[in-house]
């Protein structure tokens, strides 16, 4: 499993121009870890974006993984909204679009409730370029590789987002 302050990446592979590995961290003390690799799998912008209630596409979550904003209600709240729709894990990205470098520490809220599934956080700028791109190509969802062992990759063919520096 992975433990606080580590990172986990995953890749786009589709659409091409967000091709690259992006790094997230994972929440600090709820959630699920990933036992499985998913070499295919769709990453699917919650709409609405906050995901603090009912989910207007969440037919298109169920066994996905769902990219969720910052903002609304506590980052537990978004997860076990995308776990009640069936997603694999949730991908939350911070709301300040100009969030290069400083990720955020993603804790348990005072309700006492639980998710199950992997909850990770998101730098603000590679959620927006990435949502930008599906908007862009008018795809409903990018496909991604999750998490992506980044030790066996040389580091000059780290395809990693021209926009974030390493």
């Not at 995308?82 to 991908?91: D, L």
């Amino acid at each position: 499993g992975l433990r606080i302050h580590e990172y986990l990446y995953f890749q786009v592979l589709s659409p091409g121009d967000i091709r690259y590995i992006f790094t997230a961290t994972p929440a600090k003390d709820f959630g699920g870890v990933f036992n499985t690799r998913y070499d295919q799998i769709h990453l699917v912008p919650a709409d609405p974006p906050e995901a603090c209630g009912e989910l207007n596409n969440g037919v298109f979550i169920q066994d996905q993984i769902a990219l969720v904003e910052r903002g609304g209600c506590s980052f537990l709240s978004k997860t076990r909204v995308i776990q009640e729709h069936g997603g694999r894990a949730v991908i939350i990205a911070d709301n300040a679009y100009d969030n290069d470098s400083f990720y955020i520490e993603m804790i348990q809220d005072s309700t006492r409730r639980t998710a199950d599934i992997p909850a990770l956080f998101l730098l603000g700028r590679d959620g927006y370029m990435i949502r930008r791109s599906l908007e862009q190509h008018g795809l409903p969802w990018a496909v991604i590789s999750i998490p992506v062992n980044v030790t066996s990759i040389p580091t000059y063919e780290m395809m990693q987002p021209p926009w974030t520096f390493w």
